[in-house]
């Protein structure tokens, strides 16, 4: 299986030795780390570069990241504040969120 999300004009790339996702924006690496517990994927942590900030990469990221984890059979539980704000403003990924 493709471990590998088309997003926008960016390629989403899921490390589960790691337990990321990482997207390469110019020569910057954007994260989303995750502890899984029982089939679920704990989302604990995003980070877009300082420089990129501001441009929509975070939101990109987290619903890409979204997508991904949800093809892959998995669900998710928004930890992170920003994650779970980007999660509260879409009505697809809403339901994440307690």
């Known amino acids: 299986m493709d471990n590998n999300l088309i997003t926008g004009n960016l390629k989403l790339q899921h490390d589960k030795e790691n ?10 690496t ?19 570069p300082f420089k990129l900030r501001g441009k929509g990469y975070g939101k990109e990221l987290v619903e890409g990241t979204f997508e991904q984890l949800t093809s892959e059979g998995y669900k998710a539980v928004a930890v992170c504040s920003y994650i779970k704000a980007v999660a509260r403003r879409s009505k697809k990924w809403n339901s994440i969120i307690d």
């Open 19 to 28: 337990k990321r996702f990482t997207m390469a924006i110019n020569d910057e």
């Open 30 to 48: 954007a994260v989303v780390t995750y502890k899984l517990v029982d089939g679920q994927m704990y989302l604990t942590y995003s980070e877009v």
